[in-house]
């Protein structure tokens, strides 16, 4: 009951991990079910929302720069099966070792609103 009443699926979250700032992280292909196919590329810092409704699916193979890993060690491509949710696919490439988020307060508050318009957290209305 708690898992199918009480949680949200909010979608996936592909976070590679390493890279040099600007440089190229990720290239992403994936096929929906409906045989839509769909390419994608990141470089470090990219912080980018991909509409993948919830409850679709999407085959997708992921292939990193040299270094970064997205799971199967580093530079190795990986395959995966995404799933959509109310947010959508969330493809992150700030870093994770460790994550430093800008120390100056004016930076901070452009990169806070950077993000949260990247994922459509307050859309605009007409």
Known sequence: MFEKDCLVYLGTCIAPVGGKPG???LDLEWR???GDFKRESLAHGDFKLVELRDGAHAEAVLKPARGVDV???PG???HRKLRGGVVGLVLDARGRRPF???VERTAQVQAAR???DALAVYPETS
């Open 100 to 102: 430093a988020p800008p």
């Open 76 to 78: 190795v491509p990986v």
């Open 23 to 25: 440089k190229r992280v």
């Open 32 to 34: 929906l079910a409906g």
């Open 114 to 116: 950077t993000w949260s």
């Open 71 to 73: 799971g199967g060690g």
